[in-house]
Nanobody
Framework: QVQLVESGGGLVQAGGSLRLSCAVS????????MGWYRQAPGKQRELVAS???????NYADSVKDRFTISRDNAKNTVDLQMNSLKPEDTAVYYC??????????????WGQGTQVTVSS
């Protein structure tokens, strides 16, 4: 019962910056954690960054010094600021929301994805 809509992707040269935004709606009070994932052609979807309801942050090693995940409770958004972009950052980026059901099973919700392309 959570809807996610990503925006902010595009084409940028290496070294540039982009800011992705994920608008969250629905039963947002049930969400335990939010995150950004990405999937490049021929690769598995991987975690880029996440933030828990308690504010704990986690980053992939490849992005931890360049990307920043944040949330704005007033606007109901989760953003990903991406600086010093590299061609290897090229991928479709997906917003994720997770909650734990009564049984302990984790339920995931996904946005439609937004394309990020970094040229050399």
């Amino acid at each position: 019962q959570v809807q996610l809509v990503e925006s902010g992707g595009g084409l940028v040269q290496a070294g540039g910056s982009l800011r992705l935004s994920c608008a969250v709606s629905g039963n947002i009070f049930s969400v335990n954690a939010m995150g950004w994932y990405r999937q490049a052609p021929g690769k598995q979807r991987e975690l880029v960054a996440s933030i828990t309801a308690g504010g704990r942050l986690n980053y992939a090693d490849s992005v931890k010094d360049r990307f920043t995940i944040s949330r704005d409770n007033a606007k109901n958004t989760v953003d990903l600021q991406m600086n010093s972009l590299k061609p290897e950052d090229t991928a479709v980026y997906y917003c994720n929301a997770a909650r734990t059901a009564r049984t302990g099973y984790q339920i995931n919700y996904w946005g439609q994805g937004t394309q990020v392309t970094v040229s050399s």
